[in-house]
Nanobody, 121 residues
Framework: QVQLVESGGGLVQAGGSLRLSCAASGRTFSSYAMGWFRQAPGREREFVSSINWSGSRTYYADSVKGRFTISRDNAKNTVYLQMNSLRPEDTAVYYC??????????????WGQGTQVTVSS
């Protein structure tokens, strides 16, 4: 059974930083691409970033490009999302998912429970 557990969310002021982590178990982590999505109240789940199995290719939504950095440590079965220069509009529940590098959430097969990120102005 695949398990993804996110951590690192919290409350931060605009301009601040957070690093999210997603620990995976139950499958060969290093064989699979990983992604981060977010969902704000009343809005659809949206793509944030993804990374291929080796970490050699990364992808970002335009809204976070230059501010967020995705990375992975296959020895620790963990993917990270470093978020800098946070804005109030980044406030959402952030989810990690496995199975694709696509920006479509429908192409991911396993999801974590989510971690809340709140950015105050």
């Amino acid at each position: 059974q695949v398990q993804l557990v996110e951590s690192g969310g919290g409350l931060v002021q605009a301009g601040g930083s957070l690093r999210l982590s997603c620990a995976a178990s139950g499958r060969t982590f290093s064989s699979y691409a990983m992604g981060w999505f977010r969902q704000a109240p009343g809005r659809e789940r949206e793509f944030v970033s993804s990374i291929n199995w080796s970490g050699s290719r990364t992808y970002y939504a335009d809204s976070v490009k230059g501010r967020f950095t995705i990375s992975r440590d296959n020895a620790k079965n963990t993917v990270y999302l470093q978020m800098n220069s946070l804005r109030p509009e980044d406030t959402a529940v952030y989810y990690c998912a496995t199975g694709s590098v696509s920006d479509s959430f429908r192409l991911y097969d396993y999801w974590g429970q989510g971690t809340q990120v709140t950015v105050s102005s």
